[in-house]
T-cell receptor, first 107, second 113 residues
């Protein structure tokens, strides 16, 4: 099956800093989603982004499907951004999750 | 609120027992997915249904089974529970199960003691 690698595995930032999270995947995909899992365990949809670039407030994402990677940008980070960020490429069979990036934003 | 409803939110049960987790998809969504999140395995795909039919199967144990009913809600049955089955179980739904965005419920946290 498809292999999904996320980097870095852990990231600690000072409030106000910017960051880039990366997701590499091994096969062609139909689409790709980014999620934020908050400290209460909820999986919150961030982006549905098969290709190209999307922006939502302080967050933006870029997927280059032909090169099999996606990036999530977080600007001016806030403490509420803390949690785990997952990318999940979709093949014909399923949405496969990476192991996530644990983000901690310090006040 | 994603619109996907899972019940119960928490469940504590003993080894060897059987439990049923329930999921109501978002209005208009025909496909339901089940995922298991444990500390050592991450988020693992279990099974997908589309309009009542099984569409894809992942790492689902033989002790586990699922179904999607005519009203599109789904149930995940876990039997002969072991300590290692303790995990967060998520249900997700999407319109077509292939090329549309999936939305996740809040999860059911299962603790087997």
């Amino acid at each position: 099956g498809i292999q999904v690698e996320q980097s870095p595995p852990d990231l600690i930032l000072q409030e106000g800093a910017n960051s880039t999270l990366r997701c590499n995947f091994s096969d062609s995909v139909n689409n790709l989603q980014w999620f934020h899992q908050n400290p209460w365990g909820q999986l919150i949809n961030l982006f549905y982004i098969p290709s190209g670039t999307k922006q939502n407030g302080r967050l933006s994402a870029t997927t280059v499907a032909t090169e099999r990677y996606s990036l999530l940008y977080i600007s001016s980070s806030q403490t509420t951004d803390s949690g785990v960020y997952f990318c999940a490429p979709r093949t014909a069979r399923q949405l496969t999750f990476g192991s996530g990036t644990q983000l901690t934003v310090l006040p | 609120d994603s619109g996907v409803t899972q019940t119960p939110k928490h469940l504590i049960t003993a080894t060897g027992q059987r439990v049923t987790l329930r999921c109501s998809p978002r209005s208009g969504d025909l496909s339901v997915y089940w995922y298991q999140q444990s500390l050592d395995q991450g988020l693992q795909f279990l099974i997908q249904y589309y309009n009542g039919e099984e569409r894809a199967k992942g790492n689902i144990l033989e002790r586990f089974s699922a179904q999607q009913f005519p009203d599109l809600h789904s149930e995940l049955n876990l039997s002969s529970l072991e300590l290692g089955d303790s995990a967060l179980y998520f249900c997700a739904s999407s319109v077509d199960g292939a090329n549309t965005e999936a939305f996740f419920g809040q999860g059911t946290r299962l603790t087997v003691v």
